[in-house]
């Protein structure tokens, strides 16, 4: 049985002692900020806040219970989509687009400014995958392509326990093939060179298409050991090994006729370190675990230990790199990537705080002050912020309304700790249909602040599927992707970002590559991202970074949004094209499938979040194909189930069966999942169903999906982990 948690009364908050002690001893050390003097702001602020908060969450229930009513009067009727528009401009939906304007944040660090390039969105409970992420600002690409299906296992090409020449041998052409791309010599080619290339008098022997996209280089014992380019703001440092000793360290070069062991790209421009949908942080516990780590990356100390392949492995922050410039001057560039910390939204409270009345207090107001109060730390070291900035990303938004409610939460949070106006800079995360349709007002809500703002097509499609619930039943799953309203949502996102001055100025992002695995077919698809005049997308390892980054060297993605930006806007009716099946006749066997689809999705990741408070991990699909999940695929996939059940596509009876199938075949892939060897014994759920709380859970998330707030996946789930936690 957990231990009950322990409270110290301060003003009129309760506080976990756990949570009390670490920003007490830890947050508040170092830095001028008393403790009464905290306390009390946010004693203040929570008092003035937590009413708005709530008068918020009110207005969303009543606007889904005003759509809901919309729908059911014209049921079986041909939505008309004039009428639709009209109908929710009058309940407040909608609201009048004010005059064009231009967005006024200031002190933005170049990373999101002026360089585009791949962004990893990472748990911030799992300090081992938080170094890695922020030491991706630079990988290799030689092991990038070695360990990938980029290069085939074939004629001799396998990856193999040990080295393979003959794999190294194609790493290299196909490094050399891109050396030519990205940075072409005037006479010559990388791949026909015979002797290493020389720095005299601070310059290369080497003649180049474009001079200057040499910047810099390095020597060791006064031979040359890199070399520094630059291609689209993005760097790409070549190493050389002269040492001699390359046979056992670095096979490739011994490979090489001029030395090349290694080929470092720019790759994680920035890192979305995450408090929300990527971890299971249900108490105070939990919370000050992510806490922790936060801590330790704004004051560049975050550290870990442990074993791989019975090897005992060290890890910390890398630092910066070192280059001498083409004029002998010394200079450095940034070894870590830019750390964005994403809180969590307006919905979910947290018991780590107790109000006067005893109610819980909003996690997301929780978040903004520790969060923040964590940079001040990083405002004296500037190791992660230049420019002294603080990022805070914000999802599940709905409409300018909660925006400039984020802005005031911001405000106070800034008062209390005394930093400038504005120093806290916003992402918007466009992912609710509320913040789609009226983006642009959102923006001007937080116009002094806004950073960045991006599409998500899980968690987009599972508000649309929640918002439309009553209309009919929605298309399959798979077919979401080519539906009409999923084009224009991701066209309207660039443009309004582009209209509001993001361009050299803010990051507009794309979503996630959810296949770590497939890294060859997220080199065919993923290039698109750029190509749309996204700054940056979300990609799930450093190696997938380092690979990404090439689309990166591909396309200016500047010069594609002067382009975009004289294209026709999207038209709002598109956005609001609800993708319901107009004459559902799927067979059994085709719905079948989409429900055992779903379900095995829904139930890989919830036994992992209840079971082992995992909140994102690689979990096998139905064809045994690893994805990302993360709450926002479990919301998609639950809110699909539930409208189908509501609509009488499939019965509860059959949805149950096909749970219990799945559990099964989950089990089966978690007990021989090696990644379950980190956390506690797995506990199967089949053969156990009813006392399996991950089962009920998943259950829950499906039969009483259409009464869950915005079709959220979080009340259940916190609740179920929570009962979990106290056995």
């Known amino acids: 049985m957990k231990k009950k948690e322990q409270y110290v009364k301060i003003k009129n908050l309760s ?16 830095i001028h900020m008393k403790r009464d ?12 806040l937590v009413p708005i908060n709530k008068k918020l969450l009110e207005t969303r229930e009543k606007l889904q219970k005003s759509i809901d009513t919309f729908h059911l009067e014209r049921k079986n009727k041909k939505l008309d989509l004039n009428t639709y528009k009209k109908f929710l401009n009058k309940i407040g939906y909608l609201k009048k687009p004010g005059p064009n304007f231009k967005i006024k944040t200031n002190n933005v660090d170049n990373e999101i400014s002026s360089i585009c390039g791949p962004q990893l969105v990472c748990p911030i409970s799992n300090s081992r995958f938080l170094l890695n992420a922020a030491n991706a600002r630079w990988v290799s690409l030689y092991d990038s392509l070695y360990g990938t299906d980029i290069i085939p296992e ?123 949908d990527s971890v299971a942080a249900v108490d105070a516990e939990d919370k000050v675990l992510g806490y922790q780590n936060w801590l330790g990356l704004m004051q560049g100390n975050l550290k870990v230990k442990f074993l791989k392949n019975g090897k005992k492995i060290f890890r910390k922050l890398n630092k910066d790199r070192n280059y001498i410039s083409t004029k002998g001057k010394k200079f450095k560039l940034h070894g870590r990537s830019l750390l964005l910390n994403r809180n969590v939204g307006h919905l979910m409270t947290n018991p780590a705080i107790l109000l006067k009345d005893g109610s819980e207090c909003p996690e997301g107001i929780l978040d903004a002050f520790v969060t923040t109060l964590a940079c001040l730390h990083d405002i004296k070291l500037k190791g992660n912020s230049r ?32 930093l400038k106006r504005n120093q806290i800079l916003c992402g918007i995360m466009d992912e609710e249909r509320r913040t789609t349709v009226n983006l642009k007002e959102c923006i001007r809500a937080l116009k ?31 077919d979401m992707k080519s539906s009409k309203w999923i084009a224009a949502y991701e066209n309207n996102n660039v443009d309004v970002g582009i209209s509001c001055g993001f361009s050299g100025k803010a990051q507009i992002g794309k979503g996630m590559w959810a296949m770590p695995d497939l890294m060859k077919e997220m080199m065919k698809q993923k290039i698109t991202h750029p190509l749309a005049g996204a700054n940056c997308a979300w990609v799930p390892s450093p190696t997938a970074a380092s690979l990404h980054a090439l689309h990166y060297h591909d396309v200016n993605v500047f010069k594609k949004q002067k382009e975009l ?35 095995q999705g829904i139930l890989g990741y919830v036994v992992r979040w209840i079971d082992q408070s995992v909140g994102c991990s690689k979990v096998p699909d139905i064809n045994g194909i690893g994805l990302m999940e993360d709450r926002a695929t479990c919301r998609i996939s639950s809110q699909h189930i539930a409208n189908w059940l ?41 053969g156990n169903f009813d006392k399996s709380i991950a089962f009920r859970a998943a259950c829950d998330l499906v039969f009483h999906g259409k009464f869950q707030p915005s079709g959220y996946t979080e009340p259940l789930l916190h609740f179920n982990r929570l009962i979990k936690k106290s056995i």
């Open 646 to 686: 509501h609509h009488g596509i499939c019965s509860k009876k059959q949805v149950l069966e096909i749970m219990k199938k799945m559990a099964k075949i989950v089990d089966g892939q978690n007990l021989k999942d090696i990644t379950m060897k980190d956390q506690s014994p797995y506990k199967p759920m089949s």
């Open 15 to 30: 506080v976990s002692k756990v949570l009390f002690d670490f920003i007490n001893n830890k947050l508040l050390k170092g």
């Open 37 to 48: 003097k905290f306390w009390e702001g946010f004693d203040r602020a929570t008092n003035d």
């Open 387 to 418: 420019t002294g900035s603080i990022y805070i990303v914000k999802p599940k938004m709905h409409g300018p309304e909660e925006c400039a409610f984020t802005d005031l939460i911001f405000q106070k949070v800034e008062k209390v700790l005394n």
């Open 154 to 276: 074939t004629k001799g090409a396998l990856k193999g326990k040990t080295y393979n020449p003959i794999r190294g041998k194609k790493v290299i052409e196909y490094a050399r093939h891109l050396l030519d791309k990205y940075i072409p010599l005037k006479n010559n080619s990388w791949k026909e060179l015979e002797n290493i290339p020389e720095i005299i008098d601070n310059k290369l022997n080497l003649k180049l298409k474009k001079p200057n996209q040499f910047v810099g280089y390095n020597k060791k014992s006064n031979k040359l050991s890199s070399l520094l380019f630059v291609n689209n703001n993005l760097h790409i440092d070549i190493l050389f090994d002269q040492s001699g000793s390359m046979e056992i360290n670095n096979p490739e070069g011994n490979q090489d006729k001029i030395k090349i062991h290694d080929i470092f790209l720019e790759s994680a421009i920035s890192t979305i370190c995450d408090h929300e």
């Open 565 to 599: 930006s004289k294209r026709k806007p999207t038209e709002l009716l598109d956005i609001l094209n609800i993708p319901v099946a107009k004459k559902p006749n799927w067979s059994i066997e085709k719905i079948d499938q989409e429900l055992k689809n779903n379900a």
């Open 448 to 478: 002094k602040r806004v950073f960045f703002i991006n599409t998500g097509f899980l968690d987009r499609t599972g508000d649309e599927i929640h918002t439309s619930m009553e209309i009919g039943p929605m298309i399959l799953k798979g």
